[in-house]
């Protein structure tokens, strides 16, 4: 009974010596942080998703008050974070327009051609390194929700066709669906953006029309009929807006014989 | 006098604490991407092994063994190792904000690091008397320091070698660290 007596009483002394000694080193040694670090932190999501740039919403925080990052640096705040944070730091805020993530493409299982079947570990970047996944375009959207896994807002989910449908309310355009993709086929656009073309594939016409069938094959029709004079251009056998020009205009979507283009 | 270079000796070179005893290898993987890092933190871990064994040799001479308790010597070393930690990481987010960035989360994980605890135990073991200890401690963070930085030094060149892609990054590190350690094998037998 002695011993355990003894042991309680010599530990907890040696806890309390060792706290003391500590209390002291604080005062000592304390590293002044400036309070509005706090204070731009608590107006944070506090999602520690990464779209600023930083890693996590403490080092934003930190780095806003520092001024590296600009006050409308948190894409998931939104237009009331960017307001908050320069009330802290006394500055104006620039309203920046909200944006989301397109995925730009349509060919699900009712489109698009299969060259294989799959038997592996069901993630986008796995399939892509076994023979394109199976699918025959090489540039297509795989449909195996690498995309949806990685958001952090729950704003993708995979409708019935195997493609990833983003909800615009949820979207805050982290970006982290953007890096996730291993085809790169998802883009953040302003919402004011309303006409896409729906493909991101490269190869020439026939070998698009024996893949896909609502892939682009490049030919020209949409470059015609654009009201605006090279609103639309073809690079590289694909179809592409110019969103300075372009109207989204319901001509195009009429014309384009493959349904590639279409308005959201 | 001699035994005590012997002492530190054994402990730095022929009997390294990382590449003999395989005792640290958490930071010896992370914070070995950089020099200037390693000598950091092989600095930092240096310091607390020399503390340690003081502060252990004592504890263990007056309280264990003075009142009889030497079964606590897990709990009393490793509140020492604790507290001495903290300190050392208030002293260098005071004094070198950027080492202290560059070590993230690597400085308090010295705490759990086997390697101290290890210093500690083994002291006991081999019934050092203080200043024996001290050397051993000291010793075994310069063996540390060491090891770090040649595998600092190594990676570095890595960064820049022709790795094929299955073993690029921790592959190549733990083949690295085996082929360090088979030849600090070289000294088995010395001492």
């Known amino acids: 009974m002695t011993t355990v007596i003894l042991a309680v009483i010599s530990m907890g002394l040696l806890c309390f010596v060792l706290a003391f000694l500590l209390a002291i080193a604080d005062k000592k040694l304390r590293v002044e942080q400036d309070p509005r670090v706090e204070k731009v932190f608590a107006a944070l999501p506090g999602v520690n998703c990464g779209g600023c740039g930083f890693p996590g919403c403490s080092a934003f925080a930190e780095h806003v008050v520092a001024g590296d990052a600009p006050v409308t640096g948190c894409a998931p705040g939104g237009q009331e974070t960017a307001e908050k944070i320069a009330t802290i730091m006394g500055v104006e805020a620039k309203s920046a327009e909200k944006r989301v993530a397109v995925i730009l493409c349509h060919g699900g299982i009712k489109e698009a051609v299969r060259s294989a079947t799959y038997y592996g570990v069901q993630g986008c970047h796995s399939a892509m390194l076994i023979g394109g996944g199976g699918k025959l375009c090489q540039y297509g959207c795989l449909g195996y929700g690498d995309c949806v896994t990685s958001c952090p807002f729950d704003a993708i989910h995979m409708n019935d066709n195997l493609l990833p449908v983003v909800d615009p309310e949820k979207c805050t355009a982290c970006g982290n669906c953007v890096q996730a993709c291993p085809r790169n086929l998802i883009e953040l656009h302003p919402v004011s953006h309303h006409i896409f073309v729906f493909c991101k594939s490269h190869d020439k016409g026939p070998t698009v029309k024996k893949a896909c069938s609502v892939g682009c094959i490049a030919c020209r029709i949409c470059v015609k009929n654009c009201p605006v004079e090279n609103g639309m251009t073809v690079v590289d056998n694909l179809a592409v807006i110019n969103y300075d020009i372009c109207p989204a205009s319901d001509v195009l979507v009429e014309k384009c014989p493959m349904n590639t283009i279409q308005i959201l | ?191």
Not at chain 2, 22 to 47: E, Q, Y
Not at chain 2, 183 to 191: E, H, P, Q, T
């Open chain 2, 1 to 191: 006098m001699k035994d005590l270079i012997v002492i530190f000796i054994s402990a730095s070179i022929l009997n390294n604490f990382v590449l003999s005893y395989f005792l640290g290898i958490c930071p010896f993987i992370g914070v070995s991407n950089k020099i200037d890092s390693a000598l950091g933190m092989g600095m930092a871990v240096t310091f607390v092994m020399s503390l340690t064994a003081c502060i252990s040799w004592l504890i263990n001479h007056f309280i264990l063994i003075g009142l009889n308790l030497p079964f606590l010597e897990y709990v009393a070393f490793i509140l020492v190792i604790a507290s001495l930690v903290q300190l050392v990481e208030m002293f260098i987010r005071k004094t070198a904000p950027a080492l202290y960035q560059a070590l993230g989360i690597y400085l308090p994980l010295i705490t759990t690091n086997c390697a101290i605890l290890g210093l500690a135990l083994l002291g006991v073991l081999r019934e050092h008397s203080l200043v024996e200890n001290l050397f051993f401690g000291f010793g075994a963070g310069v063996g540390f320091t060491m090891a770090l930085v040649i595998m600092a030094g190594i990676r570095e060149e890595l960064e820049l070698a022709d790795v094929p892609i299955p073993l690029r990054g921790a592959g190549i590190t733990l083949i690295t660290a085996g082929l360090l350690a088979l030849s600090f094998m070289g000294f088995a037998g010395i001492i």
